[in-house]
Every structure is written in C-alpha cells, then in structure tokens.
C-alpha cells in the first residue's frame, strides 16, 4: 500500500496573510448514550462523564471543542448555569462581575419552563477555540451549578425529569475535541 506523508500542505498562491496553519491533527470525542442525573447547588461540580482528554502534538496547536448537551431540569423557577472547564481553570466565561451575577458560559433561567416543564430536554450547542499551549494531557470538562437565586434543582442529562409519561423525550450528548494546527 502506498503512503504519502507530509507536515504540511501550501496551497500554490501561498497561505493568505494572517493565516496559518488549519489541519486536523487528531479528533477525540466522549458520547453519552445513557440517562443520568446529578443534584447540585451554587457551586460548580462537573457533569459526569461530560469531559474528554487530548495530548496536543504541539504546543503551536489550538484546541477546537464543540459540545452538544441534552438536558432537563425538574424545578420550577431554577436557574441552571454551565461552563466550560481546561483541567481547573473555567474558560469561554463571561467575566462582567455585579450583584447576583453567575459567571458562566452559557446559562437559562426558570429552568423547568424553558425545557417545558419535565417533559422536553433542552439542548444546548456550543464551540470554543482554546490555546492551551502545551504538549501534556489537557481535560476539558462541561460544569454545572444551580440555586442562586431560587432552589436548587436536579439536572436530567439525555432524559426527561418525569419518567412515567409518553411525552419524555431520551437522547444523547457528545463532547469533541480536535486538534488543529497553529
């Protein structure tokens, strides 16, 4: 079988100015194909099994990470807040500070509302490109955090919070990290 191997590939007209680099090193994912529930209150703890792990090959390299969460809440007038974690250190946060304010990536309010009350997950997407400038093992992790303003509440992951009725709907949440090149 023939190969051809290369580090690098330079359109003939040259790479654009101000860009650099682009191809996909490796690619590692974490998918969630099972229901699970986790009680919290206003602090953060990681969501279980929602966090994956990449060796970046250089130190040059970014850190491309998409996240699709299906989720559900089952108290009324809770506010669920989420964020995006590099080993300890919250990342993709807004950083505004003020009275009641929760520092997150990405937040809803009236929780069990928003999701339709027990019956629907809620889904949220998002991406992120980090810098983490190094060749070690990085985890990245989502957090979740509720109550800090009303109760605290139970976060369905892949579930609906009622489990007696047609309605619910059951699904899956990933978590992908690619290496890109710098």
Known sequence: ??????????PVGGIPAGASGGGIIQVVQTNLTAAQSQSTSTTYA??????????PRSSSSK?????ALSFCADTTNAEMAFRLVRSSTA?????????FVTQATWGVGDAATAVNTNWNT???SQSFVDSPATTS???YKIQFASGFMQAATTLYIN???VTSSSEGVWSTSNFIAMEVSG
């Not at 079988?1 to 330079?10: A, E, G, L, P």
């Not at 850190?63 to 996240?67: D, E, T």
């Not at 946060?93 to 003020?98: A, C, D, E, K």
């Open 1 to 10: 079988m023939s190969q051809v191997r290369t580090n690098s590939i330079v």
């Open 159 to 161: 579930r609906s919070a």
């Open 137 to 139: 093992s990085t985890t």
């Open 63 to 67: 850190v491309l990470l998409m996240w």
């Open 122 to 124: 809620g889904n949220w």
């Open 46 to 55: 990681d969501i279980t099994n929602m966090s994956v792990s990449i060796t």
């Open 91 to 99: 990342i993709s946060i807004n950083t505004s500070s003020g009275t």
